[in-house]
């Protein structure tokens, strides 16, 4: 019966992960893409549509919650202890990996879905680095250290916005938090008149918030009575990329996944959306320095995702729908980290900068000059 309930799941994964996978890359929806356009082209729709798509997965995720079909204290993402440092640092090395890369790691997977043959590659890497920070070789200085580092919530409360608010109000808040924050998102989101002009884009945020909301349903819901609480789920896409990757070399049974079901669901809806605009094509790098950038971007971003607890999509929407602490700070630290990677991207290495700055103070000029 477990090895069903399982089995199920990752039916369910790969159903939510393609039907996630379809309507981004049908939308040409990318969150660094969002992010790019934001702070260097002053066009905030694409922005606004992740803010749509959280501000409805705030309020279906919080009526589950209220519902009492899901259990916060059972959610990952609402630990007694906010292990603030690591938050810190990975996000901002999730950010810079971003903008080496292009995309994120779930902007990867789509672009693999089209036959993008450097996504392969970075996917790959992705998935490594974030298994070794995982369980590997990095498990222990992350556990052990850096998460040691953690702030605690008081008298034993979750790391989430409702819980600490009620604890600190003195009654429920919850479902005023879930109307005020998940109807502000989503007017913000439509109240710009040329994003309620692009169905497209409009489209791929309502259904990325239903996604997460069914990602947490059905793993809560088709689960062994006798296998003791569920570890409920929804979409990210770091430690599900590494778990892939895993299941694939050593354990099939892995596959028996949620997380790791929807990873091969984003591929193969990516490439149904592809087929049916006769835009699959095969590419792959165009010299060893496009490739060097992809491969630093791609470890950066598996290192920096399982620090920060996940990527833009498992702390930005997953995350953020049960209102987790973690959520604003990560997202806040991948924004950074992705600025400084466009920096670096357009100025040079950071080696680079700092001669040209030094130079500047010498008033000597450009060394490069």
């Not at 990996?97 to 672009?111: D, E, K, P, Y």
Request: proline share 3%; aromatic share 8%; net charge neutral.
């Amino acid at each position: 019966m477990q090895n069903m309930s399982a089995w199920m799941q990752a039916l369910g994964g790969l159903a939510i992960g393609a039907t996630a996978g379809f309507a981004v890359r049908h939308a040409r929806l990318c969150t660094f893409g969002a992010i790019e356009d934001a702070l260097m082209g002053g066009d905030s729709r694409r922005l606004r549509v992740f803010g749509l798509a959280l501000g409805i997965a705030i309020i279906g995720t919080q009526a589950l919650i209220l519902g009492e079909v899901l259990d916060p204290a059972l959610v990952t993402y609402t630990p007694a202890a906010l292990p603030l440092v690591a938050i810190m640092i990975g996000s901002v090395m999730f950010g810079i990996g971003m903008a080496m890369v292009g995309t994120c790691g779930f902007g990867s997977l789509v672009r693999l879905g089209t036959g993008d043959l450097r996504s392969l590659v970075v996917v790959l890497v992705l998935g490594g680095a974030a298994y070794a920070t995982l369980r590997g070789i990095f498990s222990g200085f992350r556990i052990n250290f850096l998460e040691s580092l953690s702030l605690a919530m008081p008298d034993g409360t979750r790391a989430d916005i409702a819980s600490l608010s009620s604890q600190f109000l003195g009654f429920d808040t919850r479902a005023v938090l879930a109307v005020v924050l998940g109807a502000g998102l989503c007017w913000l989101a439509l109240r710009d008149p040329r994003l309620r002009r692009a169905p497209r884009l409009l489209s791929a945020g309502i259904v990325l918030g239903v996604l997460i909301v069914a990602g947490w349903t059905i793993t809560v819901s088709v689960v062994d009575e006798f296998a003791g609480p569920a570890r409920p789920q929804s979409l990210t896409f770091v430690s599900t990329v590494g778990k892939a990757l895993y299941a694939g070399l050593l354990n099939v049974m892995n596959f028996a996944d949620f997380g790791v079901a929807s990873v091969f669901g984003v591929i193969a809806g990516s490439w149904l959306a592809a087929w049916r605009a006769a835009e699959l094509r095969w590419e792959a790098f165009d010299d060893d320095h496009e490739m060097r950038r992809h491969l630093s971007g791609a470890v950066l971003m598996g290192v920096g995702g399982i620090l920060a607890g996940g990527c833009t999509i498992g702390q930005g929407l997953t995350a953020g729908s049960v209102l987790a602490l973690s959520a604003p700070l990560a997202i806040g630290g991948m924004v950074v980290g992705a600025r400084l990677g466009i920096a670096i991207l357009v100025d040079g290495s950071p080696r680079d900068i700092i001669q040209r700055r030094w130079a500047s103070l010498l008033g000597k000029g450009d060394p490069a000059e």
